[in-house]
């Protein structure tokens, strides 16, 4: 049988989730990469809903920037982000371990219990996701995927968070447009200092 996709084209980011949060809170989750999307996202589910859920995933390579943005995060918008463990401490850190098996195990287990789940995705950030609708069918996961910054710029974020005095990843102020773990991202605009060098364009999370 198939699934009727409300049309929330035409909408703002804040009315996606407003809608999402009223037909699947709380089996609803966010994502959160502490990246400038974030800020913006997590700045209006808290504005919406004070105790939205939103996870994290600790693949136990990340900046010490992240981890510093991760608390203030949960400082200013009063939130516990959920961790989910997808570290090796045994193994040591290779691309393909890393991708391949923990960060995808890691997300499957973030969104057991959910219907739906919030992306910081954006339409220029990547060929691979110039065609992401505001609301859309997860079918590998047989749930929703809400990407309410779908049709934002750089610029649009960047205004908003200035306006509202959010928190923000210092090293997007250091020349990272994109800031996954830090063996494999660099600096560089846009999402052109991840993965540099490599046949690879996502971690496997929006495949
Ligand atoms: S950001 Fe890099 S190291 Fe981290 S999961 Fe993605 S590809 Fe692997």
Not at 28 to 44: D, P, T, W
Not at 62 to 74: D, S, V
Not at 84 to 89: E, G, H, V
């Amino acid at each position: 049988m198939s699934v009727a996709i409300p049309d929330l084209e035409t909408v703002s980011a804040q009315e996606v989730l407003g809608y999402a949060v009223e037909r699947f809170h709380p089996r609803l989750k966010m994502a959160c990469s502490f990246q400038k999307e974030e800020s913006v996202l997590l700045h209006m589910l808290t504005e919406i809903e004070p105790e939205p859920q939103v996870f994290m995933i600790d693949t136990g390579v990340l900046f010490a920037e992240t981890l510093e943005t991760w608390k203030r995060f949960e400082e200013r918008f009063g939130v516990n982000i959920e961790v989910i463990d997808a570290r090796s401490p045994d193994e040591p850190w290779t691309m393909e371990r890393c991708c391949g098996a923990a960060k995808i195990d890691a997300l499957e287990q973030a969104l057991d219990d959910v219907d739906a789940w919030v992306t910081g995705i954006r339409r220029e950030q990547a060929p691979t996701r110039a065609a992401a609708a505001k609301l859309e069918r997860d079918d590998r996961r047989g749930i929703w995927k809400v990407n309410p910054l779908a049709d934002w710029s750089e610029k649009d974020l960047w205004r908003y968070i200035f306006a509202h005095e959010l928190p923000y990843h210092p090293l997007h102020d250091q020349g990272y447009g994109s800031i996954g773990c830090a063996p494999c991202t660099r600096p560089g605009a846009g999402r052109e200092g991840r993965w540099a060098g490599l046949d690879k364009t996502e971690c496997g999370i929006h495949e």
